[in-house]
């Protein structure tokens, strides 16, 4: 049984090409995940060749890797086998039916101990306009419509690296606070990054009245910020490499050569706080 989808894709194709100029301040949120991408890079002690960027934003993530593979991120993406040593899937993968699927992918254009790096929203994004429309919905009309896209969390993010075949994964977040001058401020930055609503199962009417001026003012007072409102996004950062006989492997249980505490120099004790005679 097919499940259902998670975004509608023609609504979000049509927020994306309405986004505005790469050159405005509203992708303050890609500038913020290029430039981690780039210093993360600059860690790792090795010379990319053949990179590809998995983006829904070829506009702005051109010029992040000089001469990468820009690829769509669609649900069966144009990366082909064991063809790049680094593999990067660039702010789109919130926006993913199958998250697994799209690391598999990229995993599988891999060479062997090639670099796939994730950069994606994560659930503490928005956290603020969760609550604060909701209440309003709640109150007005007594249901709730779904209007923010579903966002992992670090721990089940991480996980997924595992199940795509990855080694050596490694999951961090890094956590942006912004101020905006009310609700609809906060609503015209996600238009312009072309990250409003998309889901599938949203409604397709329009909203009560009074909807929104009832969630700018639980907002305000909820998640005040100075004279405006304070709006959380959370960028993870997911890394993993395709498997290779030349990785370090983890030690085996028991096979360790010296002692914990000889190295810190401290008295070994035992289990219930003992000191071993």
Request: glycine fraction near 8%.
């Amino acid at each position: 049984m097919q499940m259902p989808s998670l975004t509608d894709r023609h609504a979000l194709d049509l927020h994306r090409a309405r986004a505005d100029d790469p050159r405005s301040g509203a992708w303050f949120l890609h500038a913020a995940a290029i430039d981690e991408v780039q210093e993360r890079l600059k860690d790792v002690n090795r010379t990319f060749t053949d990179p590809a960027i998995v983006t829904g934003h070829p506009e702005i993530w051109r010029n992040a890797l000089p001469g990468a593979a820009l690829v769509a991120d669609i649900e069966t993406l144009g990366l082909q086998t064991c063809a790049h040593d680094l593999v990067i899937h660039a702010m789109s993968l919130h926006w993913a039916d199958d998250p697994v699927g799209q690391l598999i992918q990229c995993r599988r254009a891999l060479r062997e101990d090639g670099l796939m790096m994730v950069a994606t929203l994560g659930g503490e994004t928005l956290t603020e306009l969760r609550a604060a429309m909701g209440q309003a919905e709640t109150e007005i009309t007594g249901g709730l419509s779904p209007r923010v896209a579903p966002m992992g969390e670090i721990r089940d993010l991480g996980a997924l690296l595992q199940r795509a075949g990855l080694a050596l994964p490694v999951a961090d977040v890094t956590p942006l606070r912004v101020r905006y001058r009310d609700l609809s401020h906060l609503a015209q930055d996600l238009r312009a990054m072309g990250e409003t609503n998309a889901l599938a199962a949203r409604h397709r009417v329009a909203p009560r009245r009074g909807l929104f001026a009832r969630a700018d003012a639980l907002y305000r007072k909820a998640f005040p910020d100075g004279d405006g409102i304070a709006a959380t996004f959370e960028i993870v950062f997911l890394t993993g490499w395709a498997p290779s006989e030349t990785q370090q492997k983890p030690l085996r249980p028991g096979s360790a050569q010296a002692r914990l505490a000889d190295a810190l120099g401290v008295p070994e004790t035992g289990s219930k706080g003992k000191t071993p005679e």
